[in-house]
């Protein structure tokens, strides 16, 4: 795929009512994936069940207030509450579902974007455990927003992948570009020494490339391979100044972490292909590096 001929507008445009419930009911058919579909399924569901839950529960606590005084007044008073008990299960059912509509709205934008481009998409993917440092079984696992494309005979893969820290606060969320290559350059972590994506795994019996403003981690050995595949202009669309890229090969797959996790974000998916496209010509670089090595009949 060349990256000048990719078509951004549908990133920035907000869809149309009808496009929209056109790409909503493909959704929901099944079209974009079954995973997607049950989403959707659920969406609706989730603002009345929130809504229900905290309506039910304060007036749930009003009324036995209002049974355990007894008295007029304090019925009068209780049944004020409860009317505001009802209206705040209100309230948050309807701040929910504007939350679910602006979620639905950026799902059909990113399906535009992807659709006007030709590339498959999942709003919502089969999660996968691949080989990259972030993704380790555990509960509450999500990919979303998974691109793919072709480039150089590779099949790339754009996706967001959050999951539950276990033992930490929070979760984690991060924008990956993954492609398993035909080739098998050394097992190699990368850093660009200041706030990228997430920080690759440390590597047992490995140490880091002296003399670098970067953080380049490989097996002794295999410095050589390690450094002919990250070629400089990898390495400079990693090193970028105001998007910097963490990135690990590992098991034949190459996996880039962006710091920035906005699906919709048009700079990000611009650094995206230009990545594919450095790894691309990495994978040749390498595997002319290797040819070279091989002694001559």
């Not at 609706?44 to 069940?49: D, E, F, L, Q, V």
């Not at 992807?114 to 998409?121: D, E, I, K, T």
């Not at 990495?282 to 001559?296: E, H, N, T, V, Y």
Request: aromatic share 8%; net charge neutral; glycine share 10%.
């Amino acid at each position: 795929m060349n990256p000048a001929m990719i078509d951004y507008t549908p990133l920035r445009t907000t869809p149309a009512t009808s496009d929209q419930a056109a790409v909503l009911e493909a959704a929901r058919r099944g079209d974009l994936g079954q995973e997607t579909a049950r989403y959707l399924a659920r969406a609706g569901a989730r603002s009345s069940a929130l809504g229900c839950l905290v309506g039910g529960v304060l007036a749930a606590i009003t009324t036995i207030a209002m049974v355990a005084q007894g008295d007029s007044e304090s019925v009068v008073v209780g049944g004020v509450f409860l009317a505001g008990a009802v209206l705040v299960g209100l309230a948050v059912k309807a701040l929910v579902a504007a939350g679910e509509r602006r979620n639905r709205e950026r799902l059909v934008r990113l399906v535009a974007f992807a659709r006007a481009n030709g590339l498959p998409v999942e709003p919502e993917a089969e999660v996968r455990l691949l080989p990259g440092c972030i993704f380790a079984s555990s509960l509450n696992v999500r990919t979303m927003h998974r691109v793919q494309w072709q480039a150089g005979g590779l099949s790339f893969e754009a996706a967001t992948h959050s999951r539950w820290q276990e033992g930490k606060q929070g979760t984690l969320l991060v924008r990956f570009l993954a492609v398993r290559l035909d080739v098998r350059p050394p097992r190699l972590t990368f850093h660009p020494g200041r706030g990228g994506g997430v920080r690759p795994a440390a590597i047992l019996g490995t140490d880091a490339f002296e003399g670098e403003k970067f953080d380049l981690i490989a097996r002794t050995h295999d410095h050589a391979g390690a450094r002919v595949f990250l070629t400089d202009e990898l390495r400079t669309l990693l090193t970028e100044h105001d998007r910097p890229v963490s990135a690990e090969v590992v098991d034949g797959w190459f996996f880039a972490y962006f710091r920035h996790h906005d699906e919709l974000d048009e700079q990000g998916w611009r650094q995206a292909f230009a990545v594919a496209e450095a790894v691309v010509r990495a994978r040749d670089a390498f595997l002319a590096w290797q040819g070279s090595r091989l002694p001559s009949a």
